[in-house]
């Protein structure tokens, strides 16, 4: 007791309230912060998209200890305005071109403020069956949506998770394919199991497959082709398979792109299954980005030969609405994920759970905690139905062609790979610098576009970022911003293309 009158004695910012949760406290300082989050989507163009601080500028700003006397909500957020924001790159602004979106909605916000609200642990059924009976019933709605193979839903007998990211989403598989082979071969042969990718497969397989114990001699980063978009041949895939079987070792696990990080490539499901299966390996269908938009029908083919997948997982909190984290994966076999991640202390026992008769989701992650996602995405497919949903992503698409048909009736540009989805990847063409050494003229292009992409992004007025494949420097013009129209697509032009002049200019 001595340490909560020390505490209101020296003034605690509540009042009388000493209780960190109080209703009526929380009513007040929730409007405050709506109001004050509200503000900053309103006025969000106003500042540079790309943060424009220098490492350490924060510590600058802020006291070296933490305050003993607690301070007052609107000193916070005063504080927020003046330090915080100018250390922010803008993900939300309509000026936002980078990386891939995250992408968010009013739905989206509300639906993390409720999950965060209740603030429950659905480590188990019984620890808030609602949180896992309500994650259940949206992965199955989602994998409907995207016309997901039946085996894949809980109506089949497979079954969906959200997951944190897209990174963790591939370790759960991994291990469990891991521990599926091991289980045949012997777990002392762990040392021949061998993963296989692309090229421009993103770079959490590798970090998952270490971190799994898989040699890291034997991660295949199979190298893709510009003439091919940078897809994985399945012919490739054949020959380092065969090659590492002569060798003595095993093959374990393929994972598959749909819509790859640096260029949206697209692997080729069909054939690609078709060679996994002879070998008896796991597949995974990595769709993080392009997966929202095939719950649109005219691009639902690019998952076509999904059924042939153990796996498959979009991250929902890119291009479907829903904030950060909230990555959606699906299962043929939950059995294989619960063999390998299952643990259960006493203190966990339960009567649901020992009947087998409810799903406890702490055994198909790697952590025992969990949020409660499922709250969001509800909320965001309720909110907006599926066909609202599809003409979001639809907008983002068209204007991703608008933006496609200015590069290309500008003779000084090129689009470097086929778009499609809803990102450009472009450059300033060798043809319209001037000319030099043949020898090294990819060099002095590449150059000239980096060049490019730090002036535009030092200016502030939009965001870009790049990708370095097949030696092409290029700039990655990616769309899917909640607040981003038309006029922004056609502003960020005029920028590329005045930044462009000036340059041009300067030679």
């Known amino acids: 007791?001595?340490?909560?009158?020390?505490?209101?004695?020296?003034?605690?910012?509540?009042?009388?309230?000493?209780?960190?949760?109080?209703?009526?406290?929380?009513?007040?300082?929730?409007?405050?912060?709506?109001?004050?989050?509200?503000?900053?989507?309103?006025?969000?163009?106003?500042?540079?998209?790309?943060?424009?601080?220098?490492?350490?500028?924060?510590?600058?700003?802020?006291?070296?200890?933490?305050?003993?006397?607690?301070?007052?909500?609107?000193?916070?957020?005063?504080?927020?305005?003046?330090?915080?924001?100018?250390?922010?790159?803008?993900?939300?602004?309509?000026?936002?071109?980078?990386?891939?979106?995250?992408?968010?909605?009013?739905?989206?916000?509300?639906?993390?403020?409720?999950?965060?609200?209740?603030?429950?642990?659905?480590?188990?059924?019984?620890?808030?069956?609602?949180?896992?009976?309500?994650?259940?019933?949206?992965?199955?709605?989602?994998?409907?949506?995207?016309?997901?193979?039946?085996?894949?839903?809980?109506?089949?007998?497979?079954?969906?998770?959200?997951?944190?990211?897209?990174?963790?989403?591939?370790?759960?598989?991994?291990?469990?394919?891991?521990?599926?082979?091991?289980?045949?071969?012997g777990r002392e042969h762990?040392?021949?199991?061998?993963?296989?990718?692309?090229?421009?497969?993103?770079?959490?397989?590798?970090?998952?497959?270490?971190?799994?114990?898989?040699?890291?001699?034997?991660?295949?980063?199979?190298?893709?082709?510009?003439?091919?978009?940078?897809?994985?041949?399945?012919?490739?895939?054949?020959?380092?398979?065969?090659?590492?079987?002569?060798?003595?070792?095993?093959?374990l696990y393929l994972c598959a792109t749909i819509g790859t990080t640096s260029t949206t490539a697209v692997d080729p499901l069909i054939p690609l299954c078709d060679v996994a299966k002879e070998y008896g390996m796991w597949v995974h269908v990595d769709a993080a980005y392009a997966g929202s938009a095939c719950i649109c029908p005219e691009f639902r083919h690019f998952i076509d030969g999904v059924e042939g997948a153990d796996s498959f997982s979009l991250n929902a909190h890119k291009w479907f609405f829903t904030t950060l984290d909230c990555c959606c994966m699906w299962v043929k076999d939950p059995s294989s994920l619960i063999k390998s991640l299952s643990t259960n202390p006493e203190y966990l026992r339960n009567k649901a759970s020992d009947s087998k008769q409810v799903v406890d989701y702490k055994d198909w992650q790697i952590t025992l905690s969990r949020r409660f996602r499922a709250m969001k995405l509800w909320l965001v497919l309720r909110s907006y139905g599926v066909a609202n949903l599809r003409n979001f992503l639809r907008s983002h698409v068209k204007m991703a062609k608008r933006f496609e048909e200015f590069v290309t009736s500008d003779g000084r540009f090129e689009v470097v790979v086929p778009r499609y989805f809803a990102m450009v990847c472009f450059r300033v063409s060798p043809s319209a610098l001037p000319i030099g050494n043949a020898d090294d003229y990819e060099t002095r292009t590449n150059e000239f576009n980096r060049k490019l992409l730090e002036t535009i992004n030092a200016a502030g007025r939009i965001y870009v970022t790049h990708a370095q494949v097949d030696g092409i420097y290029m700039i990655r013009f990616a769309i899917g911003a909640s607040l981003t129209e038309d006029k922004h697509v056609i502003m960020a032009w005029k920028v590329v293309q005045e930044t462009v002049d000036a340059m041009l200019s300067n030679l």
């Not at 109506?155 to 045949?184: F, H, P, W, Y």
């Not at 021949?192 to 980063?221: C, E, M, W």
């Not at 897809?231 to 020959?239: A, D, I």
Request: proline share 6%; hydrophobic share 40%; charged share 15%.
């Open 190 to 251: 762990i040392g021949k199991l061998v993963v296989y990718a692309s090229d421009q497969t993103h770079s959490a397989l590798a970090k998952a497959a270490k971190i799994a114990g898989i040699d890291p001699k034997n991660f295949r980063a199979i190298k893709t082709k510009r003439s091919a978009a940078f897809g994985l041949s399945p012919e490739s895939l054949r020959h380092a398979i065969s090659t590492d079987v002569k060798a003595g070792l095993i093959p």
């Open 1 to 185: 007791m001595g340490s909560l009158a020390s505490f209101n004695e020296l003034g605690n910012g509540f009042g009388d309230h000493v209780n960190p949760l109080d209703p009526e406290e929380f009513r007040r300082q929730g409007h405050m912060i709506i109001d004050f989050l509200a503000d900053y989507y309103q006025n969000i163009e106003k500042y540079p998209v790309l943060s424009q601080v220098e490492p350490g500028y924060l510590a600058k700003r802020l006291p070296t200890t933490a305050p003993y006397v607690a301070e007052p909500v609107e000193a916070i957020l005063q504080d927020v305005q003046q330090h915080i924001i100018p250390g922010i790159t803008h993900w939300q602004s309509p000026n936002y071109f980078a990386y891939f979106p995250s992408s968010g909605s009013v739905a989206g916000f509300l639906g993390e403020m409720l999950s965060t609200g209740f603030n429950v642990v659905g480590f188990n059924w019984i620890s808030s069956p609602a949180a896992t009976e309500l994650e259940s019933i949206v992965m199955d709605w989602l994998g409907q949506m995207l016309d997901l193979p039946r085996a894949f839903l809980f109506s089949g007998n497979g079954g969906g998770v959200l997951q944190g990211t897209t990174c963790e989403a591939i370790l759960c598989t991994v291990t469990a394919a891991r521990d599926r082979m091991l289980l045949k071969v």
